[in-house]
Structure formats: C-alpha cells, structure tokens
C-alpha cells in the first residue's frame, strides 16, 4: 500500500509508514525468510520512507512559521508570544526573514 505526502517538492509516492513498521516488527525468526537482500531492501525502504517523512515534517513547519508570520504581522503579537515565545523573540529583535535552527522545535 502507498500514500501520498504532499510537499513543496510536490507529491512522493512511498510506502505507507504504518505498514513498513509492521513488517519491521516481525522477530528475527520471521525475517530470515527474506534473506539478506531481502532484509536489505526492507531497510532500504524503510530508511527512504523516515526520509520522506522529515522531509515533509520541515515543509510543515517551515510553512507553520510562514503562517505564524503573518499572524504577527496582522496583530496576534499576543498570541504569537504566548504559543511560540522561540519564534517571538526571533520576530521581535527583526530576525524573521533569516534561516531559524529552532524552527522544528514546535
């Protein structure tokens, strides 16, 4: 089964990740039937599925600062201040327009 993640990248087509740790989670026992090509190639895609998916974590984030952002701008300073005091502080001392470390850490 695949789905879809939409990103600014546009749409990755991937495993869905509910599957992958499904079949990751079997014992050893149950694996060695895969052998190792097997059990590399599940690696493999798993890897790129946990890939995917901080990818579109950073878009989302990326995009709720943007948002964030606006809300500022059109007057929430409040709000902004009291539910994301990091990007606040960043916004305030005139540092929105550059790149933020911190941004993921919503």
Known sequence: MS??????????EMTDPME?????????????????DGLVALLDEAAACIRELVDSR???NEDLYQAVLV????GATEWTRLNYPQ??????????????ADRGGV
């Open 71 to 74: 809300a500022y701008r059109r």
């Open 58 to 60: 950073e878009g989302v």
């Open 3 to 12: 789905v879809v993640l939409a990103s600014q990248k546009g749409s990755v």
């Open 20 to 36: 992958l740790v499904e079949r990751l989670s079997y014992s050893a026992a149950a694996n060695r039937g895969l052998g190792r």
């Open 87 to 100: 990007w606040f502080n960043a916004i305030v001392a005139g540092r929105e327009a550059s790149q933020h």
